[in-house]
């Protein structure tokens, strides 16, 4: 089983301010690396398919970066939308593999 | 418009059964592969189990495999997960999740917002 580990557990940012989160996987995974977004009491939403492709209506603030092994989310002007649990998936082997996730919240 | 309806989710003891459905809509179903996600109180997320469009191909993830099966009615665009042998530690929010992707990769494009599963005594 492929390990998907998430850095950090939590951040905290100040609206406006850059967010980078990582995703690291224990084996490579190429491109086959998915982020979502989840707020409480809510369905998680794709954010990243790809590494590096937007899904739709996803805003160019959100970008996600790397492949094999080591990945990044950044957002690079937080909203207050933006507040939320961030997991990375990777796709490429079964079982598929979710991160821990990290938790943007206001500084 | 486009969403997925999950129910059957309740208390049920160590070692009972139960059985969730997810109701899809505003999609082309059969296109799509589909898998049940959970999330354990205070946890994050676990994916427990994928279905091909075609239904023939099924994937479980070891923590549950021998214990669940995953199926689906294309003709009603229903998904199901039985659910046998239940523990403490199945105790979740279950969420159907679809993957209407080019290339049919597993990757989720459109989550449900989860049936809760409480396994005690």
């Known amino acids: 089983e492929i390990v998907m580990t998430q850095s950090p557990a939590t951040l905290s940012v100040s609206p406006g301010e850059r967010a980078t989160l990582s995703c690291r996987a224990s084996?490579?995974?190429?491109?086959?690396l998915a982020w979502y977004q989840h707020k409480p009491g809510q369905a998680p939403r794709l954010l990243i398919y790809?590494?590096?492709t937007r899904a739709t209506g996803i805003p160019a603030r959100l970008s996600g970066s790397g492949s094999g092994t080591e990945f990044t989310l950044t957002i690079s002007s937080l909203q207050s939308e933006d507040f939320a649990v961030y997991y990375c998936?990777?796709?490429?082997?079964?079982?598929?593999?979710f991160g821990g996730g990290t938790k943007v919240e206001i500084k | 418009e486009v969403q997925l309806l999950e129910s059957g989710g309740g208390l049920v003891q160590p070692g009972g059964s139960l059985r969730l459905s997810c109701a899809a809509s505003g999609f082309t179903f059969s296109s799509c592969v589909m898998s049940w996600v959970r999330q354990a109180p205070g946890k994050g997320l676990e994916w427990v189990s994928g279905?091909?469009?075609?239904?023939?191909?099924?994937h479980f993830a070891d923590s549950v495999k021998g214990r669940f099966t995953i199926s689906r009615d294309n003709s009603k665009n229903m998904l199901y997960l039985q659910m046998n042998s239940l523990r403490a530690e199945d105790t979740a929010l279950y969420y159907c999740?679809?993957?209407?992707?080019?290339?049919?990769?597993?990757?989720?494009?459109?989550w449900g917002r989860g049936t809760l599963v409480t396994v005690s005594s």
């Open positions: 084996q490579s995974v190429s491109s086959h």
């Open positions: 998936q990777q796709y490429n082997n079964w079982p598929l593999t």
């Open positions: 279905i091909s469009g075609s239904g023939d191909t099924t």
């Open positions: 999740a679809k993957g209407c992707t080019p290339g049919g990769y597993w990757y989720f494009d459109l």
């Open positions: 790809g590494a590096s």
